[in-house]
Nanobody
């Protein structure tokens, strides 16, 4: 299983990026898809996650309303629209998928079985 991420890049502070993740072979109705990130020297953290089953979403506190996650079920794609980006958002962003186990588990990396290779997001000040 190979998740395909795209949309990363270099952007100035205050700018926007749209990350996309193609999730082949998984009927999104049964799965949860998450975006995680890892900055150099830091632990991986959940950014935003969505249940393909009921649309329940999770956003980390640091998102502060700047990001929006969405799922396009017919295309098996999940998108993360990021706006008002800050230098501290700089990280490698990973897409992950796991069987949906309930809203409580959306933010936990251990709930995800398959991971993409990551896409670099760099925000300059």
């Amino acid at each position: 299983v190979q998740l395909v991420e795209s949309g990363g890049g270099l952007v100035q502070a205050g700018g926007s990026l749209r990350l996309s993740c193609i999730v082949p072979g998984f009927p999104l109705d049964d799965y949860q898809i998450g975006w995680f990130r890892q900055a150099p020297g830091k632990e991986r953290e959940a950014v935003s996650c969505i249940s393909g089953s009921d649309g329940t979403t999770y956003y980390a506190d640091f998102v502060e309303g700047r990001f929006t996650i969405s799922a396009d079920k017919p295309k098996n794609e999940v998108h993360l629209q990021m706006s008002s980006l800050k230098p501290e958002d700089t990280a490698v962003y990973y897409c992950a998928v796991g069987y949906y186990s309930g809203a409580y588990y959306l933010k936990f990396s251990r709930a995800y079985d398959y991971w993409g290779q990551g896409t670099q997001v760099t925000v300059s000040s």
